[in-house]
């Protein structure tokens, strides 16, 4: 009798250990009125409710998981969907809500880890993680929008083509400075920059700097005419 008991209490153990992982939820308030509906219908309203547990399609239930997780403020909940692209997905949302650069290093699809050190480069002005960037065009980007943000053209060197006389362009006009129009290899573009900043600040002074003749004079010619009006 005692080790029929005995067995009894192993049998339970093993049980207990070999249980799936728990999808947790939120507490539904009132009846469970997604059991009225069939299908994809249930699944979506169950989904809505972030009662993720109760959604059979795989999809649908790992987006439910993806929200839950951004709801909770849990990286851990993540861990527990199945698709590779939406846990990275869920990855990238809390480590934008959470602020945690950390997290981006851990995220297993590229799109989504890309994403991560644009948006964290972004919302703290964090050029350094720019470069951690594979993609060239999501790179730049990154770059030009922190140099125009904070008006930095230190940054713009690592633009390439046009890309950098725009980038040095708008920070010129932005502190109304000529000297950064000098960092323009490019003559006519180079003597652009000076009649835009010239322009912008109305002073006929720094038409002066000018050195191709049409452009001075059309400088000196629009601020005139402006301040006569």
């Given at each position: 009798m005692?080790?029929?008991?005995?067995?009894?209490?192993?049998?339970?153990?093993?049980?207990?250990?070999?249980?799936?992982?728990?999808?947790?939820?939120?507490?539904?308030?009132?009846?469970?009125?997604?059991?009225?509906?069939?299908?994809?219908?249930?699944?979506?309203?169950y989904?809505?409710?972030?009662?993720?547990?109760?959604?059979?399609?795989?999809?649908?239930?790992?987006?439910?998981?993806?929200?839950?997780?951004?709801?909770?403020g849990?990286?851990?909940?993540?861990?527990?969907?199945?698709?590779?692209?939406?846990?990275?997905?869920?990855q990238?949302?809390?480590?934008?809500?959470?602020?945690?650069?950390?997290?981006?290093?851990?995220?297993?699809?590229?799109?989504?880890?890309?994403n991560c050190?644009?948006?964290?480069?972004i919302?703290?002005?964090?050029?350094?993680?720019?470069?951690?960037?594979?993609?060239?065009?999501?790179?730049?980007?990154?770059?030009?929008?922190?140099?125009?943000?904070?008006?930095?053209?230190?940054?713009?060197?690592?633009?390439?083509?046009?890309?950098?006389?725009?980038?040095?362009?708008?920070?010129?006009?932005?502190?109304?400075?000529?000297?950064?129009?000098?960092?323009?290899e490019?003559?006519?573009?180079?003597?652009?920059?000076?009649?835009?900043?010239?322009?912008?600040?109305?002073?006929?002074?720094?038409?002066?700097?000018?050195?191709?003749?049409?452009i001075?004079?059309?400088?000196?010619?629009?601020?005139?005419?402006?301040?006569?009006?």
């Amino acid at each position: 009798m005692k080790l029929f008991i005995a067995l009894l209490v192993v049998l339970s153990l093993l049980l207990v250990a070999c249980d799936p992982v728990v999808i947790p939820d939120d507490p539904i308030v009132g009846d469970d009125s997604c059991s009225e509906f069939e299908g994809a219908a249930k699944d979506n309203c169950y989904a809505e409710k972030i009662q993720c547990s109760k959604v059979q399609n795989e999809v649908v239930r790992d987006a439910c998981v993806a929200e839950l997780a951004k709801k909770k403020g849990d990286i851990a909940v993540c861990d527990l969907i199945k698709s590779d692209t939406s846990q990275s997905y869920c990855q990238e949302q809390i480590a934008e809500m959470t602020n945690d650069h950390d997290i981006c290093g851990d995220i297993n699809n590229e799109y989504w880890e890309n994403n991560c050190h644009y948006n964290l480069a972004i919302n703290n002005n964090k050029d350094v993680y720019c470069s951690l960037i594979s993609t060239d065009e999501q790179k730049y980007e990154c770059f030009m929008e922190i140099a125009v943000a904070t008006d930095n053209a230190l940054l713009c060197e690592f633009l390439e083509g046009a890309e950098v006389t725009q980038c040095l362009i708008t920070i010129a006009k932005s502190l109304e400075n000529l000297e950064i129009c000098d960092q323009i290899e490019e003559s006519l573009v180079r003597n652009t920059c000076k009649f835009r900043v010239a322009k912008q600040v109305g002073d006929i002074e720094l038409c002066e700097s000018i050195s191709a003749k049409f452009i001075k004079e059309t400088c000196i010619s629009e601020i005139t005419g402006a301040s006569e009006e």
